[in-house]
């Protein structure tokens, strides 16, 4: 029974951080407050399923925009500008390693071309010695 109030609040939780556009120090812990209240809750509910949750607190993305319309705007666009920058610098450098590897790929090609036009073969030279009497 314990498990099962555990996978319940770690599903609802789960569904409230994915909910998040960023992810920092202030959603933290107003995630480990939601945690405080759902672990209070469920202390005085031992029989309790995820309906009962969502029926108390609401559903995961209400929860989440409730926080997203109480935080500081500047806060708020500084963090969605940092994480943007984020995504557009990884792109570029996945792109950049794609466009390496496919150079690469390119010049083994042609090395492998170039190996196929030359005619392997091997020479045997036998050296005698003449004995002059």
């Not at 309790?48 to 993305?61: A, L, T, V």
């Not at 926080?67 to 963090?79: A, P, S, T």
């Amino acid at each position: 029974m314990k498990n099962m109030k555990r996978e319940i609040k770690k599903s609802y939780m789960k569904k409230i951080r994915q909910c998040f556009p960023i992810y920092g120090k202030k959603e933290r812990e107003y995630l480990k407050d939601w945690d405080i209240y759902i672990d209070e809750y469920m202390n005085h509910n031992p029989e309790i399923s995820n309906e009962d949750i969502i029926r108390e607190f609401g559903p995961p993305s209400n929860v989440a925009a409730e926080y997203i319309l109480g935080v500081d705007e500047k806060y708020l666009f500084k963090k969605l500008r940092t994480a943007r920058f984020i995504k557009i610098f990884i792109s570029i450098l996945i792109v950049l390693m794609l466009l390496y590897n496919t150079y690469i790929s390119y010049l083994a090609y042609l090395d492998y071309k170039d190996a196929l036009n030359y005619q392997i073969s091997t020479e045997e030279i036998v050296i005698e010695t003449i004995k002059e009497e």
